[in-house]
Each structure stands twice: as C-alpha cells, then as structure tokens.
C-alpha cells in the first residue's frame, strides 16, 4: 500500500492529484460511494485565507490520488463559481494536478498567459482537530472552460491517506486518467499541454497527456461516448479511470444497485447518477 508521502511528486515530476464531483448534497453522495464499497471521510470545510470559502467536501482517498465530492454551503464568490459549473451538467467539473512547488507552477503559467490567480492558502479541519493544509493555483475559468483545472501541493498528506480512509472493500486503488470533452482535440490538447508542461501525443482518435502518474485524454463527445457510454457537451470532464484489482467484481456490485453499466472499447463504463453524475471508467 502506497504511504502518504507517495502523494507528493518529486522535484520535476507532476500527478494527476484527484477529481471532484459537483454536487448539491454531500450526503447523499456519500451514501451512493459508501454502498459501492468505498470508505468516504466524514465532512470538512474549506477554508481560505483564514475565512470561509463556502464550500464543503467528502473524499475518497485512493492507492494513487483521490476522488473530491464537493458542495457548494455559503454565499461566496468561491461558492458561486461552483454552482455556475454545476449548472451546465451533473458531474465532474475539477481535475487538480499534483506538484512539488506550487510557486514555482504559478510563475510558469504566469508566463504563458494563463494569468493565476494569486497563489491560495487552503486547509480544512478534520473531525479529530488535525488540519490539512494544501496550496492551490487557481487560474480564470475562461483559460481553461473544460472545467476547473488547477494545481495543488500536498503539505500534510500524512493527515487524510491513512489505512482507515484506504480500507476500500471494492478494491479501487487509484485514479488513473480523466476524459476532457473538446471540439477542436488537437487544439484543446495543445493548451492543456501548455498548461501542464506535458507533451501531446496521438493515440487513435484522441489526444494523450502523460504525467509521471496519471493521464489526460482529449477527444471529441463522439468518440468519448465509444469509450465512457456517454459525455457531456463540450467543454467539459466527461468522466475518468479507476484501477481496481478485481474489476469484474466491482463491475457486478455496481451493477446490482442498478447502475448503467456498459462494456465498451476500454472497459467497464458505469454511468453515475445525478447524485455524483459523471461515468467512471474501470
């Protein structure tokens, strides 16, 4: 099993971090993870600058990254721009991509045009008083309308990827890639590399992002619906891919709660309700 410690790149290195679902009720959310055997921490919120950021969050930590459900609580800008993404689609509207300095990304994107945002200090307070801390680098949603695309660094991985939030009885061990809905995949895919320092390559009918753990795939609604069963219009995340050590059993847990799940050119494609939204790939 993967320590805490794994969480955090090395010098030069990048992740796929984690995904997030947008959703109204981490609640109910939560209870949809927890029936498919996962193990969800209990509700924290967010905190930025010292003040409330608005919204909330309930994790499933993973092997490799994780997946956030966030909801938006209060009435704050940061709330606001959470709501105006959940209302084009049911889903995933973040993927986060894990760095080793975060200042040293805010400057790179700086220097590409991406204008970031000033760099955020964010940390929540868990039920046993310990505090996660993490730095985020936010950049303006039309620089990246796939979604909320930005970077964090871990600095207390140690606090939430513990046995106890690991014990997953499904045996879902890691966030492997994330479906970017586009367009234009080329062109889409060249910004996301400009974005990420990553170099695009062809892969059939979509275009690959590889980090040194963790992948980005772009392609156009067509053919993400050969590989997911479905996509949202672009821009948007369509979905991801979760390794799992026995795929065909989570397959049929997810299917006797009567989830959608389709076999299909990559694998198993369980499309989720509206309660999570989105479709994992497994």
């Not at 919204?55 to 909801?71: D, F, P, Q, V, W």
């Not at 721009?81 to 894990?98: E, N, W």
């Not at 964010?122 to 993490?134: I, K, P």
Request: with cysteine.
């Amino acid at each position: 099993m993967r320590t805490a410690e794994a969480q955090k790149p090395a010098p030069g290195e990048l992740f796929l971090d984690h995904v997030a679902h947008f959703v109204p009720e981490l609640g109910a959310a939560a209870r949809l993870a927890e029936s498919l055997g996962f193990v969800v921490t209990p509700e924290s919120a967010h905190r930025a600058q010292g003040a409330p950021a608005g919204t909330s969050n309930r994790c499933i930590m993973l092997e490799e990254g994780y997946i956030e459900i966030l909801a938006p609580t209060l009435d704050t800008p940061n709330a606001s721009r959470v709501r105006s993404r959940m209302a084009r689609y049911d889903g995933v509207h973040l993927a986060c991509f894990g760095t080793p300095d975060a200042q040293a990304e805010h400057r790179r994107l700086a220097e590409h045009g991406f204008e970031p945002e000033p760099l955020v200090a964010l940390q929540r307070t868990l039920e046993t008083g310990e505090r996660v801390r993490f730095s985020v680098v936010y950049v303006p949603p039309a620089k990246m309308p796939e979604g909320r695309v930005q970077y964090v660094q871990q600095l207390t991985p140690e606090v939430i990827w513990t046995a106890a939030s690991l014990a997953h009885a499904n045996g879902v061990t890691g966030l492997k890639a994330v479906y970017v809905v586009a367009d234009d995949p080329v062109q889409v895919a060249a910004r996301w590399a400009r974005f990420t320092g990553l170099l695009p390559r062809p892969e059939g009918e979509l275009v690959r992002l590889d980090c040194a753990r963790g992948q980005v795939f772009v392609a156009t609604r067509h053919h993400l619906v050969e590989i997911l069963g479905t996509a949202p219009p672009p821009p948007g995340l369509a979905g991801y891919r979760l390794a799992c050590r026995h795929p065909e059993d989570f397959a049929a847990r997810c299917t006797k709660l009567q989830l959608p799940v389709r076999q299909t050119v990559a694998g198993h494609a369980v499309s989720l309700p509206a309660a999570l939204g989105g479709v994992w790939l497994i």
